[in-house]
């Protein structure tokens, strides 16, 4: 197995055993509600941070799948060199909005940790929620880096 089958596969998995978790979570949470008429706070906010990773594992996740939204009917309307360097433009802004939001999320994530910020429910380093932009905006910085080398093979297949 390669490198990149496992970057495939590692993602999938935490998306689809992310979402099992949130649901049996959910699914737990209103049976204790229902019948033991207790329901801890700790179950929607462990939910709430798991869902926040999800969506940001999730944005790497798009990359691969190309399900991003674009607003392609601006690309369709050019060809040849003019689309290509629209495309290329579009990604190289989209990875410097990536490497922002590292740069920014890491920050972000070192202050919260640095002043003991903690959840509510849950007593755990705020840092940790949020460490999920950094991490998110890391994986789609890799696959955008894979989309750069995409549009650069099909410039040079093109032979401009």
């Known amino acids: 197995m390669g490198i990149r089958n496992f970057f495939n596969k590692l993602e999938e998995y935490l998306l689809v055993g992310g979402l099992m978790f949130i649901v ?6 209103v049976i204790m509600r229902y019948i033991f008429y207790f329901s801890p706070a700790w179950v929607q906010e462990l939910c709430t941070y798991v869902f926040i990773w999800e ?3 999730g944005t790497s996740f798009a990359v691969k799948q190309g399900s991003h939204l674009k607003i392609l009917f601006v690309l369709e309307r050019f060809h040849g060199a003019v689309r290509r360097v629209l495309e290329m433009a579009s990604v190289l802004i989209w990875f410097s909005f990536c490497l922002f939001l590292v740069w920014t999320g890491t920050k ?3 202050f919260l940790l640095s002043h003991g910020e903690l959840s509510i429910a849950m007593r755990i380093p705020m840092g940790y929620a949020y460490a999920a932009i ?3 905006a890391t ?4 696959r955008l880096v894979a989309e750069i080398i995409r549009v650069v093979k099909t410039q040079r297949e093109v032979g401009e």
């Open 24 to 29: 049996a979570l959910v699914f737990a949470q």
């Open 55 to 57: 969506a940001w594992v």
């Open 108 to 110: 972000l994530v070192i």
């Open 134 to 136: 950094p991490a998110g």
């Open 139 to 142: 994986l789609m910085g890799i």
